[in-house]
């Protein structure tokens, strides 16, 4: 492998965020480029949110081929976007850019990446029964994909008086016509719930580190007829996931769906296939070397 010569032709990709200091993007991504030798580079970009019209201005002004979106700019990018993709506008974020000569398309590569790691797994979300806990960014763009892909859904979350499972079952209806409940996350509904389902998302951020002694579901409650996935990667694995892996349930980590999501935006970008066992052994080299 060659180093990487940064030119005058050099196609500039990143992620904006902020905190942006424990990305895994640039190094899957730029892996990807200098393996397939390839002129691009990708870079992380710490902005503030009162600095975010401009920072997306700057795009357009310094010609960046395309851009990640995280924490805490997904919703706020979309008002400086020239067309949002219609999947992400259900979804109401984005969190890839596309610069066509000066037009910015927003996209969600959350969404496809969540479903292509299911699919991968030969797990077809069509007439499924899912239950997704959280409501949060991650989860809205897990529910919409997962209705536009015919499964029916259960949305639990902490806090119902903000509405949050509510708003997003509500807006799925409108669009969908998947059978959609939302209620309250805690032990009596989920117990009851988990009686009667096909796959369990944790798409809170429960066992995230550094708290990685909390699970979200009682070991207890899990069995083997069960997929189980974490969309949670840091720690790797988590607490709810080896429960779930020893009750006999099939697992999917939140690796694949945050590999998956790089893969559709290099796709996007570049307009060639993702080379995803690379992208996937780049994410898993970083992850193992920061546990250390
Ligand atoms: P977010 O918008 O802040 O949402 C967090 C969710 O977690 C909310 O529903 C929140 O409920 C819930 N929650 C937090 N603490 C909780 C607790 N103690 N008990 C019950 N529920 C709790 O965050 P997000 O962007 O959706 O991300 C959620 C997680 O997914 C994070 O760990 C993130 O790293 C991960 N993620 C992974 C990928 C991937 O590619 N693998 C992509 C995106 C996100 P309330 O509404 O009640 O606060």
């Not at 492998?1 to 050099?10: A, C, F, N, P």
């Not at 499964?151 to 079952?169: F, G, Y």
């Not at 790797?236 to 429960?243: D, Q, S, V």
């Amino acid at each position: 492998m060659k180093d990487k010569v940064i030119s005058g032709k050099t196609k500039i990709c990143g992620v904006v965020g902020d905190p942006i200091e424990h990305t895994m993007s640039p190094v899957m991504h730029n892996t990807v480029f200098k393996t397939l030798g390839i002129d691009y580079i990708y870079v992380p970009f710490k902005v503030k949110s009162s600095e975010l019209r401009q920072a997306i201005e700057g795009m357009r002004a310094l010609n960046i081929r395309g851009l990640n979106i995280t924490i805490p700019h997904k919703v706020a990018v979309m008002r400086f976007l020239d067309r949002i993709d219609p999947l992400a506008e259900k979804i109401g974020a984005v969190n890839t850019i596309v610069n066509d000569e000066g037009i910015l398309t927003g996209y969600n590569t959350d969404a496809g990446g969540f479903l292509q790691a299911l699919l991968e797994k030969d797990i077809n979300p069509a007439g499924k029964k899912v239950l997704v806990l959280g409501a949060g960014g991650a989860a809205k763009a897990i529910c919409f994909i997962l209705a536009e892909h015919g499964a029916n859904l259960v949305i639990l979350n902490r806090k119902l008086e903000l509405d949050w499972a509510q708003d997003i079952a509500h807006r799925i209806e409108q669009n969908y016509t998947a059978n959609v409940r939302a209620d309250e996350l805690n032990k009596k509904n989920l117990e009851q719930t988990l009686t009667n389902i096909d796959i369990l998302v944790n798409a809170t951020s429960v066992g995230m580190s550094p708290n990685t002694d909390e699970t979200p579901v009682d070991a207890k409650l899990l069995c083997s007829d069960l997929v189980v996935f974490d969309i949670i990667y840091n720690p790797f694995p988590t607490r709810f996931l080896r429960e779930a892996k020893t009750a006999g349930a099939k697992t999917i980590d939140g690796l694949e769906m945050l590999v998956w999501q790089g893969a559709l935006s290099f796709e996007k970008w570049t307009g060639r296939k993702p080379p995803v066992d690379l992208m996937r052994q780049s994410a898993l080299r970083l992850l193992q070397r920061n546990e250390k």
